[in-house]
């Protein structure tokens, strides 16, 4: 060969004789030669009757195995005696009906073993149509030696055709068998095809219900309507009770208008709200009450004090009043649950919640005017229920609706973008007059149209920075500090003296020393501690009164 792998010698081999044609064997010298793996060697469909050459691969011969040499020049005969004497390659006789036809199975890549019943005894069985069949080959041994080439003798046909001088028992035909197993491939992989079909349908019918809820009208749970009660105690059941009795105030007057809150207190129409709520309607300007129902009236003003920032207007011609229960403002303890209601900005009946944060909070609130007289003290609750611009004159009631203060006034963030440099809104730091001094006040507004105030009869030094309430040595108008015949001078107080606690109760200021006065009526006794030429001292004095603004 010239592909350059090495050369082995060729074997050739016995060639068939054609039908009809006596046998002359044609000896072939033959090398000897040893095979290191088997070789299958493909196998024509027809041999003709030349003579069949094989290319072998090169070998060395075995130091054990004596050289093959090649067959005698007298060749055997390819068939036994037939004992039925059937002619050697006639056809059957005419008791054998004739055999069906076998077609050719593709040999598979590396040969079909043959069934034993199909090979013959002493020679091969010649194979229809006039060709031979390859000998099987040899079997490697594992770490076996190179067995020479020895001359394979003709075997059956791997094509397992039908030969009426073989062996009886017949040609291995299992008819159909083939076909089964391919119905049942077919089936199964119908099956599997059906099962994908159907798992991606369902997948997608899924995929669809999840996403968009189903084929039909998207209908949702709901939970049936309930009676609608509350515990009283709670917040909507405290709402469901106060709201009635609260109302909107919208207020006009010349070149001024603002909304407010307020609350009835009987059933003849009287409306507890702010001074400041009602302060833009002057002496001619108009003021308009909204309930909680949605009716208006008109409204007047009973009577006002700056100084509480508490004001009292009438309706009339309204029916079914209902006021709102007061309770006691002194029994209130810090941590308590409150509820606020009102209009923050003009949003009628609304409702807010929190607790008390503190008590007996000094706040001073107003001084617009810049003389002073405009200026409340307050001694105020102090709560983190929202409360916003509008919400001011609204009852903060306790959690048996009952009012216990009077929304007044806010703590502002520290922005600069509302009044005095603060920013309009709730930051939970809300302010309320005690419904005690509310209701003091509102008798006395309702009764003579005006408030008074409680006094000690002494000016204070404003301007004093120290720990306390400096008295002045004299007012502002150069009259003496301490008032002639007043409560003060009656219980000994002195121009310079300190006053540092109202019945026990610290006081860091002239305001709030103002404040502790103004949370008691007329007429109370009081113990005040000063401080004179370094020394500490306790004197007791009854309130005196004077009239409000």
Known sequence: MDDGKPTGPKAKWWSRPSAGRANHPEAQTQEPVTVPEPALVAVPEEVPDTEVTAELPPTSPSPTSPPVTAPPSRPKPLHEPDEYSTPPYGG????????????????????????????????????????????????????????????????????????????????????????????????????????????????????????????????????????????????????????????????SGSGAQGTGTGFVLDQQGHILTNNHVVDPAGSAGEISVTFSGGETAKATLVGKDSGYDLAVVKVTGVSHLKPLPLGNSDSVQVGDPVVAIGAPFDLQNTVTSGIISAKERPITAGGEKGDGSDV????????????????????????????IGINSAIRAADTGSGPEGGQAGSIGLGFAIPINQGKRVAEELINTGRATHPVIGVSL?????????????????????????????????????????????????GEELIVKIRSHRPGDRLELTLVRGGRERTLTLTLGSASGT
């Open 376 to 403: 409340s003290y307050v001694d105020a609750l102090q709560t983190d229920a929202p409360i916003n611009p509008g919400n001011s004159g609204g009852p903060l009631v306790d959690t048996k609706a009952r009012v």
């Open 461 to 509: 030094d404003m301007k004093y920075t120290g720990d306390g309430a400096r008295v002045g040595e004299k007012s502002k108008d150069g009259t003496p500090s301490v008032s002639p015949k007043g409560p003060s001078a009656k219980a000994g107080i002195k121009p310079g003296d300190v006053i540092t606690k109202v019945d026990g109760q610290r006081v860091h200021s």
């Open 92 to 251: 059957p006789g005419p008791w054998a009906p004739a055999p069906p036809v076998q077609r050719p199975v593709p040999t598979p890549a590396h040969g079909t073993p043959i069934p034993p019943q199909y090979s013959a005894p002493n020679g091969p069985a010649p194979a229809s149509g006039g060709g031979y069949a390859p000998p099987p080959q040899p079997q490697p041994q594992p770490h076996a030696h190179p067995q020479p080439l020895v001359p394979a003798q003709p075997g059956p046909s791997l094509w397992l055709q039908y030969d009426p001088c073989s062996t009886p028992g017949g040609p291995l035909t299992h008819v159909g068998e083939p076909a089964r197993k391919k119905r049942r491939g077919s089936l199964l992989v119908g099956a599997v095809l059906l099962a994908l079909v159907a798992g991606g349908i369902g997948g997608g019918i899924g995929a669809y219900i999840e996403r968009n809820g189903g084929i039909t009208d998207i209908e949702l749970p709901q939970a049936s309507k309930d009676n609608g009660h509350r515990a009283p105690d709670s917040v909507a059941g405290i709402a469901a009770s106060a709201l009635p009795s609260v109302v909107t105030l919208h207020v």
